[in-house]
């Protein structure tokens, strides 16, 4: 055993109770762990009871250190436990109601709950230090120059540029984007694995964003302050949005954890329920607002045949069924293949579609929550897809359309 160091067998432990004990007469050891049980027993409840908690591992052997001294014990209890810390706490308050050992009157103080994690992170953070001072010691002033360069490297975590604006690897090729504020933002999202997202560099959003707009699905990831709004309202304006996700009140999306851009990534909401939130129009209505509309004026009346109001067109039983399975996806950025009975084979997340669907055999129809652009409908001709399902249809040639047939909400 080291020095400093104690060994309580089981590598699972969390935490040691410590307590004091005191005896008034000659005790030992073993009279000492049989009024532990004894008189616990009961006390807890089955799911803690000491015997159990002992023979599954979720207490360690029950360590009795005394001393005699003119008749009287003294000595300490530890008791390792892998609980959690309130359990912890309700076993050592167990110990504490031990009032008799053997024929003598006893009494026993909980001293302290250590927490061993703690211990081990401090030996941890020591033997860091120890490390790092021999790499230090060793590094020449080159080899200094060099760490700065790969740190400054690692920092900026491969932030591209798509016509001019900070950008990740994967913006161009993707089917769905993540727009946000600043360089910052990207490297952060960057380092959480997120590649195809773009900054906009300021309240004026530039044109390359407006034309990603126009074919990609977009997610506008803004602060949770004043100035994430205004970038927001601007980006409403002027790019085709099509969902909004927000950081924490008060928090920039560069400073988020991981776990924070994931969450915050799940909650984003369809741009029109936004819209219904902050009490406002969707665009197209929004230039009509607080305008009143003419009063048609009366055609006179045709005698004859009424007209016939234009039907839409009558959706078949498999159109209808591929609906549904985007209704199912509302909400998810994801994309589903279907095979020959239209039944899914596979879920992909929408920045991988196109690459999965190259290697993909024997899908009929790809079903995606975002907007159906050129290249995944090049790729489904090639592939043999006979459907292709989205939320809107992008800049689409009608030459390009032939061979597969192409399916929106509209």
Known sequence: ???????????????????????????????????????????????????RLLKTGR?????????????????????PSSLDRVETALVAAALEQVDRIGPCRAEVEVVSIDDIRKEKRERMIRRAREILREMVSEVTPDSSELVQKVKEAVEDVEVEE????????????????IVVEGRADVANLLRCGIKNVIAVEGTNVPEAIVELSKEKTVTAFVDGDRGGELILKELLQVADVDYVAKAPKGKEVEE??????????????????????????????????????PKPKKRPERRG?????????????????LLDRLKRLKGTFRAEFLD?????????????LVEKLKSEDGVRAVVLDGVITRRLVEAAREKGVKYVVGVKEGDLDPEIKKGVKIITMS
């Open 1 to 51: 055993m080291s020095e400093g160091r104690t060994d309580y067998g089981n590598g699972a432990v969390k935490y040691v109770i410590r307590a004091k004990l005191r005896a008034n007469g000659y005790v030992e050891r073993p009279d000492v762990v049989g009024a532990i049980f004894g008189q616990t027993e009961g006390l807890l409840g089955d799911d803690l009871d000491l015997r």
């Open 305 to 321: 045949r009424p007209r016939k109001k234009k039907a839409r067109p009558k959706r078949g039983p498999q159109e209808r069924r």
């Open 162 to 177: 798509y016509k001019g604006l900070p950008a990740g690897p994967n913006v161009e090729d993707s089917d769905a984007i």
């Open 340 to 352: 020959e009975g239209l039944k899914p084979v596979k879920e992909v997340e929408l920045d991988e």
């Open 59 to 79: 207490i360690g052997r029950i360590d009795v250190k005394l001393r005699n001294k003119n008749g009287k014990t003294v000595g300490e209890i530890i008791v």
């Open 256 to 293: 988020l954890t991981r776990k924070e851009i994931k969450r915050a990534l799940e909650r984003k909401v369809p741009v029109e329920e936004y819209l219904k939130e902050i009490g406002e129009r969707p665009k197209d209505k929004e230039r009509e607002k607080g305008k009143k509309k």
